[in-house]
């Protein structure tokens, strides 16, 4: 099936996932920040965020393979999110940037890319003012 998308989103990319080890450690970290964030209000902590944060903790340490199903389905859920998050994102981004811009431009009448047809033109060839420096160093 042939789309009218620039990215082709049929395609089966395999990522490299994750450790198991390191994916159990980022969520032991992110649930000890949840469990840990009231404090700064002077709430009290979430226990059920530590107790999760500590599991992910000793299992990511002692036995990282426990945690594999669970970093496969996290991918899953990326790969998932990356479908619908990417084009909607972009897709705003068009609307939100680039048409106001192309819209303002035209209501202005300009022609920045010099595009509208000149029938007193000779030539459209833009004839430089100052010699080019050399090409060497350019960054």
């Not at 450690?25 to 226990?47: H, K, M, Q, S």
């Not at 393979?65 to 705003?92: C, D, E, F, Y």
């Not at 068009?94 to 209501?107: D, E, F, H, K, S």
């Amino acid at each position: 099936m042939a789309t009218q998308f620039h990215e082709d989103l049929t395609r089966d990319q395999t990522e490299k996932a994750p450790s198991e080890r390191s994916f159990g450690l980022l969520f032991a970290g992110v649930f000890a920040l949840i469990a840990l964030y009231p404090l700064i209000g002077g709430g009290p902590a979430r226990w059920w965020a530590l107790g999760i944060a500590a599991l992910f903790g000793v299992l990511a340490a002692a036995w990282p393979r426990a945690l594999a199903p669970l970093n496969k389905i996290w991918m899953g859920i990326g790969k998932l999110m990356h479908r619908i998050v990417s084009p909607v994102v972009l897709g705003l981004l068009y609307l939100v940037a680039v048409v106001p811009t192309g819209l303002m431009l035209r209501l202005k009448g300009s022609d920045p890319l010099r595009l509208k047809r000149d029938a007193t033109a000779k030539s459209y060839w833009i004839a430089r003012e100052d010699a080019p420096a050399s090409f060497k160093n350019q960054f």
